[in-house]
Every structure is written in C-alpha cells, then in structure tokens.
C-alpha cells in the first residue's frame, strides 16, 4: 500500500479521482483529480474534454506531442482523441469538464461550475495554491479524432474477421488501424466498451448490468479495467465527490 501524505491543499500524494454530473445543459459531467499519482493510461472520451488546472501541473501524450498545462491555463481534448496522463512530482488539482461532442467550444465562463465542484467536494477555494478567477486561456491540442471509427461492422466482429472482410492479414490490418486511431484495435473496442459502461452507469443502470450490456465478462472484469482507465471503481464513480 503507498501511503497518503497530505500537501498545502490537503491533497492525498496518491492520485483521488471523483466525478460528478451536474444538470447543466451540454456538460456531460465533471471530473476532478487531486495528488500526484495522476497518470492514467492511453484512453478516450466520448465527450469533449475540458481540463482546467487549479494547482500544480499536467501533462498530456497526445500522439507525439506533450502538452503541459499549468494553473490559470487549460486544454481541450476533442471527443474519441486517444491521449495519456502523466504523473507528477508534487501535488495537483485540476477539473476535467466533459461536454457533448464539438460544443466545448462554445463553453461559457467556467468558474461558477468549477466552484460549484469544489464546493461539492468540500475544497475551499482559499486553499489553493494559486487563485482561480474567471476562464483560463485554452491550449487547443490541434489533433483530431481518430478516423478509425467504422472499422469494425459490428462490436462482435474480433479483429481477425475485421481484418479478412478488409481483405488484409491480421498483422497488417492492426498496423493500419492503429496508424489511424493512435491505439492498437483490441485496445479500441476496450475503450469503446469503456465508454459504452460509463454511459450506462451515467444512465442508473446497476454495475452488473452495465457490465454485461458493455460486453465485460462480469463486475470484476469492468471493475478492473474502470479503474485502471478512468482512476476509479465503477462504484465510486457511481458515488460522486466526497471530502
């Protein structure tokens, strides 16, 4: 077990992920992350991503590109663009904001909704490390969404069938897609299913049932996989901020 130390905002050294899904028009939900443990590994978003560094910094693999975002600064992540976070050596805090595809560029002022959040979470706004005031300047990535989607026919279609009705061998066809999508294809449908249970958690549907409607082979397997791409258990996702 890593222990958890706190920082200047009462961070947890290891990275805490909550999530929450005000009913705010084209904002899907709201993520924040705190700590330093913030690496999550290559995935995508169905939605927009509006990440918004309150303290500390983040940083972002975007194909070859890294994208750092420091306090009073933000980026936006288009919908379906594969992308990784990178841990850090001191404490961050930042919010990701998730919208509909292709509306976060007309995202209004962010602050109400982000002190909102943090006051869900019972974080203060005096113990930041630096002020937040008013819409940080956006760093576009300039990367668009992968072309890979329509590939498959159907989600029970596996790589090798994709790959013989392409007319190409198994190995080519994976070169070819993740030249496009950025990610390898088994990879892909992962995320795709992913996406398909954070969806459906979203929607109310029970965990078990999210499971096996997204195509995981039971609770645990989207529990482990959950976690491992989004920082948190299906459950706690479920569950929404706490302090």
């Known amino acids: 077990m890593k222990a958890h130390t706190s920082g200047p905002v009462g961070l947890n050294i290891q990275g805490t992920w909550q999530y929450w899904r005000p009913p705010l028009g084209t ?27 309150l303290s500390g910094r983040r940083r972002f693999l975007i194909g070859k590109r890294t994208i750092e975002v420091f306090p009073g600064r933000s980026v936006r992540i288009p919908a379906r663009t594969p992308h990784r976070s990178l841990s850090e050596s001191t404490e961050v805090l930042c919010i ?30 005096s113990n930041l490390l630096l002020p937040f005031d008013g819409q940080p300047r956006t760093i576009e990535t300039s990367v668009p969404a992968p072309a890979a989607e329509g590939i498959y026919r159907s989600r029970g279609e596996t790589v090798s069938q994709a790959a013989q009705r392409s007319g190409m061998s198994r190995e080519g066809f994976s ?3 993740k030249r496009l999508a950025g990610i390898a294809p088994q990879q892909y449908r992962l995320l795709e299913n992913l996406n398909d249970a954070r969806r459906l958690l979203r929607s109310g549907l029970p965990i078990g049932a ?34």
Do not use: K, W
């Open 210 to 243: 999210a499971a096996a409607e997204a195509g995981f082979s039971d609770q645990s397997h989207l529990g482990r996989c959950f976690r491992r791409f989004f920082g948190v258990t299906p459950r706690r996702y479920v569950a929404g901020p706490s302090d």
């Open 175 to 177: 070169r070819r897609f």
């Open 96 to 125: 990701n904001v998730y919208t509909s595809p292709h509306t976060s560029e007309i995202f209004g002022p962010a602050s109400d909704l982000i002190c909102l959040f943090l006051a869900e979470a019972g974080i203060a706004r």
């Open 27 to 53: 904002t899907v939900e709201v993520g924040m992350v705190r700590g330093v443990d913030v690496a999550l590994p290559t995935h995508y978003h169905e939605e927009d991503q509006l990440t918004f560094v």
